[in-house]
Every structure is written in C-alpha cells, then in structure tokens.
Nanobody, 131 residues
Framework: VQLVESGGGLVQAGESLRLSCSAS??????????ITWFRQAPGKEREGLAC????????YYSDSVKGRFTISSDSDKNTVYLQMNTLKPEDTAVYYC???????????????????????WGQGTQVTVSS
C-alpha cells in the first residue's frame, strides 16, 4: 500500500485548499478501509483531523476543523480528499494521510483519529497559512 499526498501550498488566512491522497496497492471498492488526515506542526504532536470509514460510510472530525474541513472519497480515482476552507495561521503544518485496511466499526471518533491505528502513511504535504 502506498499513499501520496498532494495539494499543499502557501495561502492567506481565509482562503481554501484541497488536499488529495492517492492510494495504490488496494482498491477502495474491494477492500474495507479507513483513511484519515493528520497534521503535525513543529514541536507539536501529530493530530488526527478527519476520517472516512468505508465499512460504515461514516466520517469523523476533530473539534479543531469541524465545520471548516470536509473529507470525501472517490472510488473511481482511489483517492481521498480534504477540502479545507476558512484557513487560519494555526492550520500551518505538514499534512499526512494514513490508511488502515479491514473493518473498523463501533470504535468512535477518538479511536479513529488516533495515529497508532494506522499502518500506512504518506510522505506529507506542507500547508502554510499566512496572516
């Protein structure tokens, strides 16, 4: 399994970006999976932001991004997106997508946003939001 993120860049506060996470090595329609976007700012712990779970079609968001970020999945392209609106300087970080295969049901938001749950990680893409 390989994950490749793209779409990061430098934007001003209030603007939007869409990140992409292209997955290979498994097919979205054939394998149950969960994919989550994380971010890590310098000196801070890795933070789970948004998860999409194919087994029950549920999405989960952290409080820090709920209402501003939207996660979605395109099975035709085997790609997960993170639409980020109303960006703030505190959103500046390296953004990673991560995947775990198999059925994960009844775990809840906190569990699905934990980095330790995920086996496969992308290389990250930098997002910088200027004030």
């Amino acid at each position: 399994v390989q994950l490749v993120e793209s779409g990061g860049g430098l934007v001003q506060a209030g603007e939007s970006l869409r990140l992409s996470c292209s997955a290979s090595g498994f097919t979205f329609d054939d394998v149950d999976h969960a994919i989550t976007w994380f971010r890590q700012a310098p000196g801070k712990e890795r933070e789970g932001l948004a998860c999409i779970n194919s087994a029950d079609s549920r999405t989960y968001y952290s409080d820090s991004v709920k209402g501003r970020f939207t996660i979605s999945s395109d099975s035709d392209k085997n790609t997960v997106y993170l639409q980020m609106n109303t960006l703030k300087p505190e959103d500046t970080a390296v953004y990673y997508c991560a995947a775990v295969l198999g059925i994960h049901i009844g775990i809840g938001r906190q569990g699905m946003l934990q980095p330790g749950r995920y086996r496969y990680w992308g290389q990250g893409t930098q997002v910088t939001v200027s004030s």
